[in-house]
């Protein structure tokens, strides 16, 4: 059964930095791409970021650009994100979510983590 | 980057009747590659659709999409109670990924 878990979510500072993990499991994990979605509270999905399988090639929506970073460690199954310069805006539920195709990917998702909350607020 | 447009916002709708949501793009969709998910509240999004009408795994044949370049619909036959939920687009074709407003389909 794939799982994936999400972690490192809470209430930052504007202008701080949060790191979020999460932990896969139940599939290959180094064989597909993988990428961050985030959900503000009340409002529609966003995509943030995505990083391939192998090779570390990353995007990003512009509003994170130069901001977040993501990355992942095959070895221990996990995904990451980066966050800097946290403004208000970024306030919202990240979800992992896993690219259905293996190897190329295809950018769209079927297997989606439950979320860690990002809470930015002085 | 292409903006998706989804309507209407809000489907007032009573089990048993077909539901029609509609997705449309601010540019063509190339190979559509158009994807729908469900959410339900407290819930992660689930996904219903991909290449505008392939449904995915485990997906029921009341579930049906289509539509090609700009213009994209998605079909609930006969609404079951589980089907009440918000319904979002996602367009693959063209980074950055991006996702529809959202459709709610509600019950009357």
């Known amino acids: 059964e794939v799982q994936l878990v999400e972690s490192g979510g809470g209430l930052v500072q504007p202008g701080g930095s949060l790191r979020l993990s999460c932990a896969a499991s139940?599939?290959?994990?180094?064989?597909?791409?993988m990428h961050w979605v985030r959900q503000a509270p009340g409002k529609g999905l966003e995509w943030v970021s995505g990083?391939?399988?192998?090779?570390?090639?990353?995007a990003y929506a512009g509003s994170v650009k130069g901001r977040f970073t993501i990355s992942r460690d095959n070895a221990k199954n996990s995904l990451y994100l980066q966050m800097n310069s946290l403004r208000a805006e970024d306030t919202a539920l990240y979800y992992c979510?896993?690219?259905?195709?293996?190897?190329?990917?295809?950018?769209?998702?079927?297997?989606w983590g439950q979320g860690t909350l990002v809470t930015v607020s002085s | 980057e292409i903006v998706l447009t989804q309507s209407p916002g809000t489907l007032s709708l009573s089990p048993g009747e077909s539901a029609t949501l509609s997705c449309r793009a601010s540019?063509?969709?190339?190979?559509?590659?158009l994807a729908w998910y469900q959410q339900k509240p407290g819930q992660a999004p689930r996904l219903l659709m991909y290449?505008?009408?392939n449904r995915a795994s485990g997906i029921p044949d009341r579930f049906s999409g289509s539509g090609s370049g700009t213009d994209f619909t998605l079909t609930i036959s006969r609404l079951e109670p589980e089907d009440f939920a918000v319904y979002y687009c996602?367009?693959?074709?063209?980074?950055?990924?991006?996702f529809g407003q959202g459709t709610k389909v509600e019950i009357k």
């Open positions: 979510a896993k690219d259905i195709c293996s190897y190329t990917g295809c950018d769209f998702f079927d297997y």
């Open positions: 139940g599939f290959t994990f180094d064989d597909y791409a």
């Open positions: 990083i391939s399988w192998k090779t570390g090639n990353t």
């Open positions: 540019q063509s969709v190339t190979s559509r590659y």
């Open positions: 290449v505008a009408s």
């Open positions: 996602q367009q693959y074709s063209s980074s950055p990924w991006t």
